[in-house]
């Protein structure tokens, strides 16, 4: 796979992409598509949520901040961008953390076309329909073959499942890809999950002909560059400028040296 040419789509293109998003990571997600090249919008009331997905290149919709009113902006913000034809990437944030964030999760899945779900394991497990609980937002065990469970997904629901961990697993209908990039210092960031949603709805926006090698594309560089800020941080403060400017500065020698996809 050829990420940098990916990257290069992103930086020519220089999608919009929408959000509808979490609220404790809305300026971290805003931030790491604008120093991707791209260019974030956070619409979120209901009376023009339509209009501006009307002019975006992607939609990213993650449930961490949820409410009832949210969803019905999100649902009508998802329609929209299926009509236009514009890929939708939904982080299913805390599922499998309250029966409500279930229930709205499905609601959106059979309401609207979805092309990319995106969780952790658990969070994906509980979509899938597994009895698994999700401590708050943080992923907890799952006791499956990930593997298995993304491709069971992607079948069932018609879409692109990434699930993300120290592995990020990438599967559609056709095929399974793993993304073996990325630092342990990621995990210890708040938001960073939420930028990583962000990160594939940039990726995505310039590449929709083929959503899941993008996806696994904008991971394998937000793991790169998390991995080159990790040698330059004391802390998770530090590593998070720091991810910021890497991503920003991320070239085809540093990808070519570190890019870890495999099928």
């Known amino acids: 796979m050829d990420v940098n040419a990916f990257l290069e789509s992103v930086r020519t293109?220089?999608?919009?992409?929408?959000?509808?998003?979490?609220?404790?990571?809305?300026?971290?997600?805003?931030?790491?598509?604008k120093s991707l090249g791209a260019s974030p919008v956070?619409?979120?009331?209901?009376e023009e949520v339509a209009e501006m997905t009307s002019l975006a290149s992607a939609l990213v919709l993650n449930i961490g901040t949820l409410t009832a009113d949210f969803i019905e902006s999100m649902l009508k913000a998802a329609q929209a961008?299926?009509?236009?034809?514009?890929?939708?990437?939904?982080?299913?944030?805390?599922?499998?953390?309250?029966?409500?964030?279930d229930r709205m999760c499905q609601k959106?899945?059979?309401?609207?076309?979805?092309?990319?779900?995106?969780?952790?394991?658990?969070?994906?497990a509980r979509i899938a329909g597994l009895d698994v609980r999700t401590r708050g937002v943080d992923t907890a065990h799952v006791a499956t073959d990930l593997r298995a469970l993304s491709v069971d997904l992607a079948r069932k629901s018609s879409c692109t499942v990434v699930i993300t961990g120290?592995?990020?697993i990438i599967a559609d209908t056709q095929r399974v890809l793993a993304v073996q990039n990325g630092h342990a210092m990621m995990a210890e960031v708040v938001g960073t999950g939420c930028m990583a949603a962000?990160?594939?709805g940039a990726f995505v926006g310039a590449s929709p002909q083929d959503l899941a090698s993008a996806a696994a594309a904008g991971l394998c560089c937000y793991g790169i560059a998390g991995e080159i800020?990790?040698?330059?941080?004391d802390g998770p403060m530090s590593f998070k400028l720091n991810l910021l400017d890497c991503m920003h500065a991320l070239g085809a020698q540093e990808i070519a040296e570190r890019q870890r996809v495999e099928p």
């Open 166 to 168: 120290p592995v990020d």
């Open 229 to 233: 800020a990790a040698q330059e941080s």
């Open 13 to 33: 293109e220089r999608p919009l992409v929408h959000h509808l998003t979490n609220w404790v990571t809305i300026s971290d997600c805003a931030q790491i598509v």
């Open 81 to 101: 961008a299926n009509h236009r034809g514009i890929p939708v990437v939904l982080d299913v944030c805390g599922a499998g953390a309250t029966t409500f964030r």
């Open 42 to 46: 956070m619409a979120h009331a209901v």
């Open 198 to 200: 962000s990160v594939i």
């Open 108 to 124: 959106l899945i059979n309401e609207a076309r979805i092309d990319i779900i995106k969780g952790n394991a658990s969070e994906i």
